[in-house]
């Protein structure tokens, strides 16, 4: 998983401007405010032969510097199991009029 850490404020106007958008369907996180935002890189096929290894591997790298990207669209998904593994379901997608570290 890695982990990013907003440089400016756009994560968390775009987070404020969806629940405003949601209204009263944004309860799920209404009181939560996000201080990472992340993405899944590696998913596991199978049992972990050595999980405290891994573990230390990922401590090891856990303050990685990865560089900076732009996000120029945000995504609605939803997930559906396909009977092995949840599979991304878009739902709708837009992109920012100007988009932000």
Known sequence: ?????PLDTAADDFAARLAAEL?????FEADFTRD???AT???FTG???DPAAL?????ARRDADLGDTVVAAAELLRFR???RQPVRVPL???PFATSTR
């Open 81 to 83: 199991f396909d009977g």
């Open 41 to 43: 890189l590696v998913h």
């Open 55 to 59: 573990v230390d591997w990922v401590a």
């Open 36 to 38: 990472i935002w992340y």
């Open 92 to 94: 709708a997608r837009a």
């Open 1 to 5: 998983m890695a982990c990013g850490y």
């Open 23 to 27: 209204g009263d369907d944004a309860w």
């Open 47 to 49: 049992p972990v032969p």
